[in-house]
């Protein structure tokens, strides 16, 4: 993990129930000893994070909407860190107040808003968050209510259907970063596929009743025509709009296959800055890509 990810090692499991007692009773023991939870129950998963939130990031309030994706929260904070990694080599960060002017735009926020979360309290960034669920939006809001943080984030939703930036990035916005993590799967079929895998890895029956991902996920969450490879293609070609607008864009992207394809269509576009960036949590390998359509110079002088 980043080496400011908080998260390293194993959960410390007795500060968590002392921050979330609720936490106490969803634990189990393991057989070499110590206490765990099972992550394939979706309760479980849901007040780890909640206890999670609350004593590593002091959110006093976070709660998950039924059916929606619940974000491993190690994972999503490995990306911020790497994407504020890319903003120390930009001059503005030199200042001592460099972190707390920056704007970030979050494409897909979704019900758990949990980029936001993380940056906020890391960082003390500024978030726009997007979604084409009004329901998501709702359920975002009401956590950031809860928290009393609508002044440092702002929800948006995305009317138009197929679109990314258009209609969410206003004419006078100007965002330092912008992230996405995008449906990954191609298809519905696919996703519930990855899904039942999953659960047979955990060692759970796929007829039983509790038969549900553990981390969630409605249908624009999980997957969209094309999967990963169209959506960021798409963002792609609509960044070139809104260049002038967003200093660094950036998306996880899944498949380590897709990124040479990505490059290739960042070089046809023009984005003068292209960076790969590895990230690992155990044994499993993701990364982001970022571009930018302005050199550091231009940047650095915003």
Known sequence: MHPRNRH?????FPQLVESCPELAGLLIQKPCGGGTIDFADAQSVRVLNRALLRSQYGIQHWDLAEGYLCPPIPGRADYLHGLADLLFTDAQLTR????????????GVGANCIYPLLGHASYGWRFVGTDIDANALAAAQAIIDANQLSDAIELRLQTQRGKIFAGVIK???CFDLCLCNPPFHSSAAIADSTNRRK???FGVLENTATASLNFGGKGGELWCTGGEASFIKRMINESVAVR?????F????SKAGNVPDIVKQLNKVGAVDVRTVPMAQGNKQSRFVAWSFLDAAARSAR
């Not at 390293?8 to 410390?12: A, I, K, L």
């Open 244 to 248: 002038a607008q967003v200093f660094w």
């Open 8 to 12: 390293q090692g194993h959960y410390d």
């Open 171 to 173: 004419p006078d916005d």
């Open 199 to 201: 659960w047979r890895n």
């Open 96 to 107: 001592t107040d460099g972190h707390k002017k920056v704007r970030v735009l979050d494409i």
């Open 250 to 253: 950036s998306s996880l992207v």
